[in-house]
């Protein structure tokens, strides 16, 4: 069964800062995807960004880039020019795509971020 | 946003009552889950649907039920409450399963007395 590991219950960054968030993975298998999402303290989980095993290049949206090193299965969230509406839960996911895989996500137990002023 | 919505969003029951959680969408999404939040434990789920009348166990199915009898609805019943299921219920829907996004409710807080 696959496993997410998120070692930072909580972080945080001054405003303006970068900050990287990590997550590790365990999965033998080669076709899979992988999601951050953020929950802020409105409680409402939204998609950060989402990045397909086979592709080469990191995801990025806007702020928000990834460190995928697939043969280390980690899986790093970097925010960039944090801003005071980044703070909130990230929770790393892991979605198997191989035939027969799994339908579900599997979810890491999530970092708290915190961002200073 | 993705059409999804959570009744009730707070409910307070008493230990031993049945309580039924209800998810719609408006996306005609296959895919629907069930997932209960609690500190330090993340999302664990549930149970899961993947089309009408077909649904699966989650990692912390014991003490509920689901039912799916329309695209529209999955509905989530605690069959005797009891103060272990205290948690913030979250429903959440997808296209095409584990590889696709998953858009969540807005959550359903239930205390259970």
């Known amino acids: 069964a696959q496993t997410v590991t998120q070692s930072q219950p909580e972080m945080s960054v001054q405003e303006a800062e970068t900050v990287t968030l990590s997550c590790t993975y365990d999965?033998?298998?080669?076709?899979?995807?992988l999601f951050w999402y953020k929950q802020p303290p409105s409680r409402q989980m939204i998609l950060v960004i989402r990045?397909?095993?086979?592709?080469?290049q990191n995801a990025t949206e806007n702020r928000f880039s990834v460190n995928f090193q697939k043969a280390a299965k980690s899986f790093s969230l970097k925010i960039s020019d944090s801003q005071l509406g980044d703070a909130a839960m990230y929770f790393c996911?892991?979605?198997?795509?191989?035939?027969?895989?799994?339908?579900?996500?599997?979810f890491g137990k999530g970092t708290k971020l915190t961002v200073n002023p | 946003d993705a059409g999804i919505t959570q009744s009730p969003r707070h409910k307070v029951t008493e230990t031993g009552t049945p309580v039924t959680l209800r998810c719609h969408q408006t996306e005609n999404h296959r895919y629907m889950y069930w997932y209960r939040q609690d500190p330090g434990h993340g999302l664990r789920l549930i149970h899961y649907s993947y089309g009408v009348k077909d649904t699966d166990k989650g990692e912390v199915s014991d003490g509920y039920s689901v039912s799916r009898s329309k695209t529209e609805d999955f509905l989530l019943t605690l069959e005797s409450a009891t103060s272990s299921q205290t948690s913030v219920y979250f429903c959440?829907?997808?296209?095409?399963?584990?590889?696709?996004?998953?858009?969540f409710g807005p959550g359903t807080r239930l205390t259970v007395l």
């Open positions: 999965t033998s298998e080669s076709d899979y995807y």
């Open positions: 990045q397909e095993a086979y592709k080469q």
């Open positions: 996911a892991f979605g198997d795509a191989g035939r027969g895989g799994s339908e579900k996500l599997v």
């Open positions: 959440a829907i997808s296209g095409r399963g584990s590889i696709d996004t998953q858009y």
